[in-house]
């Protein structure tokens, strides 16, 4: 056995990415001052408006890289921004933002490329997310998720449930409802109704809040928010309610199991529609969408960024300023389905009458305006991901690996103490 | 079958050129020796000695790579020791490893004795095929084991479905998701194993058998009495050397849970003390808290090469 040592693997690209401490690249400008390099992650359709826009600037040359999940984005942006060659223009995910909103000196301040002139066109909460206890804007969301669920028609009719998406919908006002929609299901199939309880239902509940793991100071308040706890107790009800067929989000078995029909209905944020289609591509035209339980929420969405190091900052907030505008946004929207973070286009009829042939002609449009109409905003911080991901385990431990429902709240906040320290 | 040559002794070199007097030898030719050795000890202090005595160094820090780096002492260390998910991975790891450590050693005992019988045929073919595990990529092994293993489209769990057995979520389960790791380490390093005790096996004079199957000695006697003292030192060898391994065991837990890959699952049932070093400093870029994680690894190291040390040379005085 050889002593291949990670330990000494993982140093040395610690040492590679520390030896080229910042600086060394030099700041902005460079290059030919037009073309730029873009990361995004993957299956996020990036492409499609990096195209339209060569196709109108055909003398731009960009160069998109698309890095991995959203997540393998954000670590590798964290490693170039410490020391290693950092792209022009950067996608980050929502949920990956406050960690490099709490560090703007790695970023260029968007105010000094102009961006005081567009803030306004962008859903308020949206925006001040990327923004910086200084004032620095740091980046310019590209779209929002909204919330619905997606559900397949024909199971629902094998299970003696209505179809009809405003029927459907009906079904559930709240996620006690959902449930119990869910008991049906089971006792009419024998099947599982919902994917999993961590993200169908905790994960969407605990985006409908007023306030989330945070204050409006701040302030931590993930342990002591009724909110949170409520969202939390109604993930653990759906877990051992046995609905749910335990297949966590993203896993590869989770895939399989939603062109097999393994489960009914799976929370459906307007960027998951992609997801479906991709993997499922059997099943087109036998899926709908309904409005989610519960009141108004968001769930995902992202943002551009420009690296402070950047070599061509003004190529890339050229490319920002058209394609991230209201107008670039809608179209954009035609060609991925990714919901526009610009309110003034929602009423526009490109948008307002969109329908999607893959879910049952569902006015997708819509459905994910409407749910963003009447959401409370709330702060996300430097934790909430972290936050986040510890309430998820906990919730998957007692579903799908026998944890006790009783002790599962304080697992998961004793977790999260020691995750965040604090 | 003649056995291979075990011996690695490296033939005698030619008897050197006479010497050029001294006078005439100049700096140049004193110095270039070491320019000829130099390249490799340029590349190992860049990628090497310089990051691995770097990582002490960071391990006194909190160190967020696109922030601040503040020096906090121990601070890391006795946050560690406070953790229970450090404690949690080092259980883990110690668990794998003897899942995997001890059944793959039995195994390649049995193996090794009856691959040296002296009757078997194509002996060359199962020795070499012994290695096939050996040289697949560990992510290949990895991904078919967690497809065999799979709680839903398995093959093992259809077999035990044949037979009437609920599935098993082996992933989710803290006692199936190590016996998984455990069959994958087994499966890639006991053909290896298998070689070493053959080798040494091979330097057993035929004779001592041969001998003592005349004296009366039925097999189970010859394998008792015979093969296993003399397989002793290379025995306490490979035990060593996979304690060390299994510290290190990273692929395997990394791709069997693909929705929490860097904990290994939710409740981190799998994730091993590398693993937990690698969310820590590549998932969180704690960078600080990872080095000290590392610094811990390479103690216990050392501990298990002190150890291996004090064995082999009180083995090699008696």
């Known amino acids: ?422 | 079958m003649n056995p291979v040559a075990v011996t690695l002794t490296p033939a005698r070199p030619a008897a050197p050129p006479p010497l050029a007097p001294r006078s005439s030898r100049g700096l140049g030719e004193r110095l270039s020796p070491y320019a000829y050795i130099a390249p490799f000890f340029v590349i190992f202090a860049i990628f090497g000695l310089f990051p691995f005595a770097f990582t002490f160094y960071v391990a006194l820090f909190d160190w967020n790579p696109i922030g601040d780096q503040v020096f906090i002492g121990a601070d890391n260390f006795t946050r560690m020791f406070a953790d229970p998910r450090f404690w949690n991975a080092a259980g883990n790891t110690l668990s794998i490893w003897a899942l995997s450590t001890v059944p793959q050693l039995l195994l390649a005992l049995v193996l090794a004795h009856v691959l040296n019988h002296a009757r078997l045929r194509f002996a060359l073919f199962f020795r070499m095929s012994m290695l096939v595990p050996y040289v697949t990529s560990v992510a290949a092994t990895a991904i078919v084991f967690a497809q065999l293993f799979d709680r839903d489209y398995g093959l093992l769990n259809w077999l035990l479905g044949l037979v009437g057995v609920e599935p098993v979520d082996f992933v989710q389960s803290t006692l199936g998701s190590h016996v998984l790791i455990a069959t994958m380490v087994t499966w890639r390093w006991f053909g290896y194993t298998t070689l070493l005790y053959l080798a040494s096996l091979q330097a057993v004079p035929r004779a001592v058998y041969e001998a003592a199957s005349i004296d009366g000695a039925g097999p189970w006697q010859r394998f008792r009495h015979i093969t296993v003292p003399s397989l002793r030192p290379v025995i306490i060898f490979t035990v060593v050397t996979s304690t060390i391994g299994g510290l290190q065991i990273f692929t395997e837990p990394l791709l069997i849970a693909s929705g929490a890959p860097l904990t290994c699952g939710a409740v981190r049932q799998c994730q091993t003390l590398t693993l937990f070093l690698y969310e820590q400093g590549f998932g969180e870029f704690e960078f600080g808290y990872g080095s000290a994680i590392g610094v811990a690894l390479f103690a216990m190291v050392v501990v298990i090469a002190a150890i291996n040390y004090l064995l082999s040379t009180r083995i090699r005085a008696d």
């Not at chain 1, 030919?32 to 195209?51: L, R």
């Not at chain 1, 102009?114 to 740091?138: C, F, H, P, R, T």
């Not at chain 1, 006792?187 to 993200?199: I, L, V």
Request: proline residues 5%; glycine residues 10%; hydrophobic residues 40%.
């Open chain 1, 1 to 422: 056995m050889t002593l291949r040592s990670p330990l000494l693997l993982a140093a040395a690209a610690f040492a590679l990415i520390t030896a080229c401490t910042p600086g060394a690249g030099g700041g902005g400008g460079g290059g030919d001052g037009k073309s730029f390099e873009f990361w995004s992650f993957a299956a996020i359709n990036q492409k499609s408006s990096v195209d339209a826009y060569r196709e109108k600037h055909p003398d731009v040359d960009i160069k998109l890289t698309e890095v991995g999940t959203s997540t393998e984005t954000a670590q590798a942006l964290t490693t170039a921004l410490a020391g290693g060659k950092v792209p022009d223009l950067v996608l980050i995910q929502g949920d990956n933002l406050p960690k490099f909103v709490q560090q703007p000196q790695n970023f260029v301040d968007l105010r000094t490329l102009g961006a005081d002139d567009i803030k306004g066109d962008y859903l308020e909460w949206v925006i001040e997310q990327s923004v910086a206890e200084g004032g620095e804007v740091l980046g310019i969301p590209t779209d929002v998720g909204g919330m619905a669920v997606a559900y397949r028609t024909d199971l629902f009719a094998a299970a003696g449930l209505p179809t009809d998406r405003d029927e459907v919908g009906a079904l559930w006002p709240t996620w006690d409802a959902f449930i119990e929609t869910g008991k049906r299901y089971k006792q009419a199939t024998g099947k599982a109704f919902t994917d999993n309880a961590a993200t169908s239902v905790f994960y969407q509940a605990v985006n409908q809040v007023s306030q989330k793991y945070y204050d409006g100071d701040h302030e931590l308040i993930y342990d002591s928010n009724p909110e949170v706890r409520t969202a939390f107790d109604l993930g653990i009800k759906a877990a051992t309610a046995g609905i749910t067929a335990g297949q966590s989000s993203f896993e590869n078995a989770w895939s399989a199991g939603m062109g097999q029909g393994q489960y009914a209905a799976v929370a459906a944020p307007s960027w998951m529609l992609n997801s479906i289609r991709s993997n499922a591509p059997d099943t087109a035209g036998k899926w709908d969408i309904a409005k989610i339980p519960g009141a108004a929420g968001n769930w995902g969405g992202s943002y551009l960024a420009i690296p402070k190091r950047a070599q061509n900052p003004q190529a890339a907030w050229e490319y920002i300023k058209e394609m991230q505008s209201p107008q670039g946004q809608l179209e954009h929207f035609t060609r991925s389905g990714a919901l526009p973070s610009t309110p003034s286009v929602y009423q526009d009829d490109k948008l307002a009458t969109a329908k999607d042939t893959f879910f049952s002609d569902a006015p997708t449009g819509k459905i994910y305006t409407d749910s963003l109409l009447g959401l409370k905003p709330f702060y996300i911080g430097p934790d909430s991901a972290t936050i986040g991901q510890e309430f998820l385990n906990s919730i998957t431990n007692v579903e799908q690996s026998g944890g006790d429902p009783a002790t599962a709240w304080d697992d998961a906040v004793r977790n999260i103490k020691t995750a965040i320290g604090g």
